[in-house]
């Protein structure tokens, strides 16, 4: 863990707030050096408490206990202020090229290393998410190209393989705001949970997007505004 850079952009977790979120984003620039400097930048006023280099190196940018500034306006499970709520780590990466795997070797052991961000913190795979899933439509990261079906299979994130073929546009909005995402538009709703679960799908809902997000209602969802009071 390299603890040379650090950011002044923090404060304290408000109301009590303790971490019960992971989320992922990507740096959209062209090196690990410039995101590094935009983040410890006083006058950008953002923020991550880590940052992987493409090259596999951990910057720990801001103490986890603190309040890091990343994920902005947006809401998960009913519940706002997703930075007091969460741990924010960003990725050396474009927005377009594949994440690299020292980078992607990194982060599965920043947050499942013995002591590592989940067990440190009791945060289960379902609290593992991207930037996207908590702030959609302003944001789009951390992508397509982003494996989260890699993370899954070792307990750092959640998945579907779940197929169905009934089409049922209020049950998908039912099951999508159980398992966590917050109020949109029928297209933007599409578009985060392809995004995340079915990234290279096309064309209007189908019944595999609603199986999945059944699948996800019934294993990991909760009442809206259960979590994060």
């Known amino acids: 863990m390299d603890r040379s850079i650090r950011s002044p952009n923090f404060g304290e977790r408000r109301d009590g707030l303790r971490p019960e979120l992971v989320v992922i984003h990507y ?5 690990c050096t410039g995101a590094a400097k935009a983040l410890c930048d006083p006058e950008r006023e953002v923020s991550a408490h880590y940052l992987i280099g493409r090259d596999g190196t951990v910057f720990e940018l801001v103490d986890p206990d603190m309040r890091a500034w990343h994920a902005g306006q947006g809401e998960w499970r009913g519940a ?3 930075n007091s709520r969460s741990i924010g780590i960003e990725l050396d990466n474009d927005g377009f090229s594949p994440f690299s795997a020292p ?3 990194s982060l599965e052991a920043l947050l499942l290393r013995p002591a590592g961000v989940l ?5 289960g795979a379902e609290g593992v998410i991207g ?3 908590m702030a959609p439509g302003r944001k789009i990261d951390p992508g397509r190209r982003f494996d989260w ?4 299979r070792l307990g750092a994130a959640v998945w579907s393989n779940a197929v169905g073929e009934a ?4 049950a998908f909005r039912r099951d999508a705001t159980a398992f966590g995402y917050g109020a949109m538009a029928d297209d933007l709703l599409l578009e985060v949970v392809r995004m995340r679960f079915r990234p290279w799908a096309r064309g209007p809902l189908d019944g595999t997007d609603c199986a999945i997000m059944a699948d996800l209602a019934a294993r990991f969802g909760v ?5 994060g009071a």
């Open 80 to 82: 706002g202020d997703v």
């Open 103 to 105: 980078l992607m070797a």
């Open 27 to 31: 740096t959209a620039m062209k090196t």
């Open 131 to 133: 930037h996207s899933d």
């Open 167 to 170: 089409v049922d546009a209020d």
């Open 223 to 227: 009442e809206r505004g259960a979590a």
């Open 119 to 123: 067990a440190a913190y009791g945060i």
């Open 149 to 152: 079906k890699r993370l899954a």
